[in-house]
């Protein structure tokens, strides 16, 4: 067993306020790095960084080409670039959109299977459509843990039920839970560099 080694978040529709739940949650000397996927617009990208600092104790930065992949940080993709995890590092790009979304939930999950397999620990939150539930397929089949919103709390359910109806859940949680749930993880996790 590898133990924890990143957080993945996806979210659309309402993604933002449940992603603002969870991270509000999180520890100061939280040890592993969270990435997340948000479907935004270009024009939210000057805002969205600074508005989900202020609600939490980790930093949090856009993703940027090549950087290396960081313990006790929070990083979100940027707008319209697809944000892959491999050796260590983000890789950003300009492929097509998948699910009609760049960026995609399902290219960063399924680069993370690949990439840490059973260290993933993945969670979809709210959102319109079914981006998701095949990366989150991915990362249970190779034994990360993956974790939904649960439906009744969503604004939007549909990308929640969708990958619970993929069969691609181990637990479906309230957003108060899966932050609980995720900061608990720092008490048996002490990665201090992602392996290459």
């Keep these: 067993m590898k133990g924890n080694i990143i957080i993945v978040v996806g979210g659309s529709q309402g993604g933002l306020k449940a992603l603002e739940a969870i991270l509000t949650v999180l520890p100061a000397a939280f040890p592993l790095p969270v990435v997340a996927v948000l479907h935004r617009m270009p024009l939210e990208e000057d805002r ?20 290396e992949i960081e313990a006790g940080k929070v990083t979100i993709a940027p707008a319209d670039y697809h944000l892959l995890v491999e050796n260590g590092a983000f890789v950003l790009s300009i492929d097509e959109p998948v699910q009609y979304s760049r960026p995609s939930i399902d290219v960063l ?85 992602l392996p290459r």
């Design 109 to 193: 999950f399924e680069s993370a299977a690949d990439a840490y397999g059973e260290g993933v620990t993945a969670v979809l939150l709210t959102g319109a459509n079914d981006d998701g539930a095949r990366g989150m397929t991915a990362i249970k089949k190779t034994g990360g843990v993956t974790i939904a919103q649960d439906p009744e709390t969503a604004e939007a359910p549909e990308m929640p039920r969708a990958v619970i109806t993929a069969g691609a859940v181990d637990k479906v949680m309230s957003l108060q839970g899966i932050g609980e749930f995720i900061a608990g993880l720092s008490a048996s996790s002490s990665v201090k560099t």
């Design 48 to 67: 969205l960084v600074p508005l989900l600092q202020s609600i939490c104790l980790l930093p949090v930065v856009e993703a940027e080409d090549k950087t």
